[in-house]
């Protein structure tokens, strides 16, 4: 009773409860914004070679009061209060909607998306359903779509993560391990993976020039998935000479502010299209 008594204090401590009911405000909020439009979809283009390949889809909530509020302070709370099955959704439809406007056109039907998708959503037992499901309401192409992993699945269930990567793998989707060194994974089940491709985590890339370390990261992460067999991208380039010495890492793909910020889809498709007639 004693104990009970001291976290009962905890649990009304007016700080924790300020941020509590912050958070239950933010989360009906999310709600709320989802039923009335207010998430939105954003496109960073892909570099490979000096050509744009494809975008990854990051998603935006244009809050009515706050303005843009970032997925960093949204994505924890909706996978916590389980709102990221359907804001999951919302993105593998609009992202497929997209691709299947794109495929009708000459430039444009070349690019694949790439969509972030969480634990809490991939764990889901209908997630291969609701993927196959988003690619036929759209009408879009299954090779085209890739899919963002990060190493936190491993953590659950490996043989569960992999049967499901198989299947959608049997339809064409593709698959990328996001933030590649930032988690636990173990190497043995890198190499049972069905994946294309690992990501360079942007917290190498920031210091890659400064920092051997981070260097030395750099260039073991590349040797490693390309040895693999895996395309290696790094994101989160925003110099010129980042871009240089990841190149003659032999990092050849790479997402950054160095291109261009994550931007609207019709930004992006001017973007592309500018690209391509330069
Ligand atoms: P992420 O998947 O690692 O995405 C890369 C983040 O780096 C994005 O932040 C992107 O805007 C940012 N970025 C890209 N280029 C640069 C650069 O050159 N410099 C710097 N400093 N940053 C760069 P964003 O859009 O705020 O997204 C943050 C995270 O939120 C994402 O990290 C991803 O984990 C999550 N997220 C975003 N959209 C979704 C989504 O639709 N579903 C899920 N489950 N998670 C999402
Ligand atoms: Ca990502
Ligand atoms: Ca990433
Ligand atoms: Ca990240």
Same mark, same amino acid.
């Given at each position: 009773a004693k104990a009970a008594g001291?976290?009962? !204090?905890r649990f009304f401590d007016p700080q924790m409860q300020a941020q509590m009911a912050e958070r239950v405000a933010l989360e009906a909020d999310m709600r709320a914004g989802l039923d009335s439009g207010q998430f939105e979809l954003f496109y960073q283009p892909k570099m490979v070679r000096g050509q744009i390949t494809g975008a990854e889809a990051l998603l935006r909530w244009?809050? @009515?009061?706050?303005? &843009?509020v970032s997925p960093a302070e949204f994505i924890p709370l909706a996978e916590q209060c389980g709102l990221i099955l359907r804001l999951g959704q919302w993105v593998l439809r609009t992202a497929c909607e997209r691709l299947a406007h794109w495929q009708e056109h000459p430039v444009l039907g070349q690019l694949t998306v790439a %969509?972030? %998708? +969480? @634990?809490?959503?991939? &764990?889901?037992?209908?997630?291969v359903p609701q993927v196959l499901e988003a690619l036929a309401g759209a009408g879009a192409d299954a090779r085209r779509l890739r899919l963002e992993l990060t190493e936190g699945l491993l953590l659950q269930d490996v043989e569960d993560t992999i049967a499901k990567m198989v299947q959608l793998r049997g339809y064409g989707v593709g698959f990328s391990l996001d933030d590649f060194g930032t988690g636990y994974s173990s190497l043995a089940y890198l190499k049972r993976l069905p994946l294309h491709e690992l990501k360079i985590d942007q917290s190498f890339v920031r210091d890659v020039l400064t920092d051997p370390n981070d260097a030395a990261i *750099?260039?073991?992460?590349? *040797? !490693?998935?390309? +040895? !693999?067999?895996?395309? %290696?991208t790094a994101e989160g380039v925003e110099t010129e000479a980042q871009r240089l010495f990841l190149e003659r890492a032999g990092c050849h793909a790479w997402q950054g502010y160095l291109l261009s910020? @994550? %931007? @609207?889809? !019709? *930004?992006?498709?001017d973007l592309v299209l500018a690209h391509a007639a330069a």
């Amino acid at each position: 009773a004693k104990a009970a008594g001291r976290d009962a !204090l905890r649990f009304f401590d007016p700080q924790m409860q300020a941020q509590m009911a912050e958070r239950v405000a933010l989360e009906a909020d999310m709600r709320a914004g989802l039923d009335s439009g207010q998430f939105e979809l954003f496109y960073q283009p892909k570099m490979v070679r000096g050509q744009i390949t494809g975008a990854e889809a990051l998603l935006r909530w244009r809050h @009515p009061v706050k303005g &843009y509020v970032s997925p960093a302070e949204f994505i924890p709370l909706a996978e916590q209060c389980g709102l990221i099955l359907r804001l999951g959704q919302w993105v593998l439809r609009t992202a497929c909607e997209r691709l299947a406007h794109w495929q009708e056109h000459p430039v444009l039907g070349q690019l694949t998306v790439a %969509v972030n %998708v +969480s @634990p809490r959503q991939f &764990y889901e037992a209908g997630f291969v359903p609701q993927v196959l499901e988003a690619l036929a309401g759209a009408g879009a192409d299954a090779r085209r779509l890739r899919l963002e992993l990060t190493e936190g699945l491993l953590l659950q269930d490996v043989e569960d993560t992999i049967a499901k990567m198989v299947q959608l793998r049997g339809y064409g989707v593709g698959f990328s391990l996001d933030d590649f060194g930032t988690g636990y994974s173990s190497l043995a089940y890198l190499k049972r993976l069905p994946l294309h491709e690992l990501k360079i985590d942007q917290s190498f890339v920031r210091d890659v020039l400064t920092d051997p370390n981070d260097a030395a990261i *750099a260039r073991t992460i590349v *040797a !490693l998935g390309t +040895s !693999l067999g895996l395309q %290696v991208t790094a994101e989160g380039v925003e110099t010129e000479a980042q871009r240089l010495f990841l190149e003659r890492a032999g990092c050849h793909a790479w997402q950054g502010y160095l291109l261009s910020r @994550p %931007v @609207p889809g !019709l *930004a992006f498709e001017d973007l592309v299209l500018a690209h391509a007639a330069a």
